[in-house]
């Protein structure tokens, strides 16, 4: 199926049929960025008679150059569709749908960039396309998480150990990402921090061309996790994280451990699940205090003596010295979005709004649910 609709797209885009306006096309914008100005580069460099050359259109940068090991690419190959003789049509496929259908959508349009939305939805076009107008509307329309995002402004997150990534990898090659809501006081800072933090991890795991193609894992540990902090992941929080986690962030989470929950998570859990999609819901596992069944999802080589495992005391100075050090990786924000005079955010986020209303009303009951769980 996703060959399919990549061979539509590739036979109805113009500038793939042989030489001329199409060839120049696809050589200028192999590296180019479409950012908000007074107009894009998707309109700014195209093509016409008596136009400068491509070269003295955009200065010379770095060509995309694949980091993949050979068993990665066949990996690559056979989970995402992904064919490395295709890799570079395909990016400029989906660099072309960008300018023709969302021209101002602010978006960077590297080869680097664009691939990661294309690795995500095993190189289907229109759900590559939609993931990242998803990627953009749902950090316009949450600015308390999105508005200045870097590493330095969520120190004390990070310094809490709310969230780190563990040392190693596990055996199918995916970042374990912990985290921790014991770590978190309520009192020094919202929930909002948190999430921020969790989404500047994932931002910065998903630089790697081997996650991209690998996934992640996340280890969540609940314990101590009380119902009046339970309480502050409400409706709102809820539905937003999910739509991020599931339509709107190019990461392909693998799995969700779920250790040391106390009961009132079984009650979140129990609402939050009929928004999931089938594919994630299935990948939690809760263990609760059993390590034993932690381990048979995480080898105990690679987990802290916290988890019983054998890599030593649990860690978290590694990863923040690492994220902190990224600073610079976050300073360009492509996040503004420009939308259609009759369309609004909401109308381009696609995900479980359909059923919003049911979402909203399944979610007032929460409160009362997780009293009754507790």
């Not at 059993?290 to 916290?306: A, F, G, M, R, T």
Request: proline letters at 7%.
């Amino acid at each position: 199926m996703a060959q399919a609709r990549r061979a539509r797209h590739f036979r109805a885009a113009g500038p793939f049929r042989g030489g001329g306006a199409g060839t120049r096309l696809l050589r200028r914008s192999s590296d180019s960025c479409c950012i908000m100005s007074g107009e894009s580069d998707c309109t700014r460099t195209s093509p016409s008679a008596g136009s400068p050359s491509d070269t003295e259109l955009l200065p010379d940068r770095p060509k995309y150059v694949c980091t993949l090991s050979p068993d990665l690419v066949t990996k690559a190959r056979e989970e995402l569709q992904e064919k490395p003789e295709w890799r570079l049509r395909d990016v400029q496929a989906l660099r072309d749908m960008v300018c023709k259908d969302y021209p101002s959508l602010g978006t960077c349009l590297d080869d680097a960039f664009l691939l990661r939305f294309l690795r995500a939805r095993k190189f289907d076009y229109d759900r590559a396309l939609q993931l990242l107008v998803n990627y953009h509307t749902c950090r316009r329309t949450w600015p308390e998480v999105f508005s200045n995002l870097k590493p330095s402004a969520i120190k004390p997150v990070l310094e809490s150990g709310f969230v780190t990534v563990l040392p190693h990898r596990d055996p199918q090659g995916r970042h374990v990402v912990c985290i921790r809501p014991d770590r978190w006081t309520p009192s020094n800072y919202p929930i909002t921090e948190n999430i921020r933090a969790i989404y500047l991890t994932l931002e910065k795991l998903i630089q790697s061309e081997e996650t991209q193609v690998n996934g992640i894992v996340i280890l969540a540990d609940y314990k101590g996790v009380s119902l009046s902090k339970a309480s502050h992941f409400g409706p709102f929080v809820a539905k937003k994280v999910i739509g991020i986690l599931q339509d709107g962030f190019p990461i392909r989470i693998k799995a969700v451990n779920i250790i040391n929950e106390p009961r009132i998570f079984k009650g979140i859990f129990a609402i939050i699940k009929p928004f999931l999609k089938e594919k994630i819901a299935n990948r939690f596992f809760l263990h609760g205090c059993d390590l034993n069944s932690l381990h048979q999802n995480i080898p105990p080589v690679i987990l802290p003596e916290e988890y019983g495992g054998t890599a030593g005391k649990l860690d978290i100075s590694a990863w923040n010295e690492l994220l902190l050090a990224s600073e610079e990786d976050f300073l360009h924000d492509f996040s503004e979005l420009v939308l259609p005079c009759d369309s609004s955010p909401h109308d381009l986020l696609v995900s479980g709004d359909a059923d919003e209303k049911q979402c909203d009303d399944s979610l007032r009951g929460m409160k009362p649910q997780l009293y009754y769980c507790y």
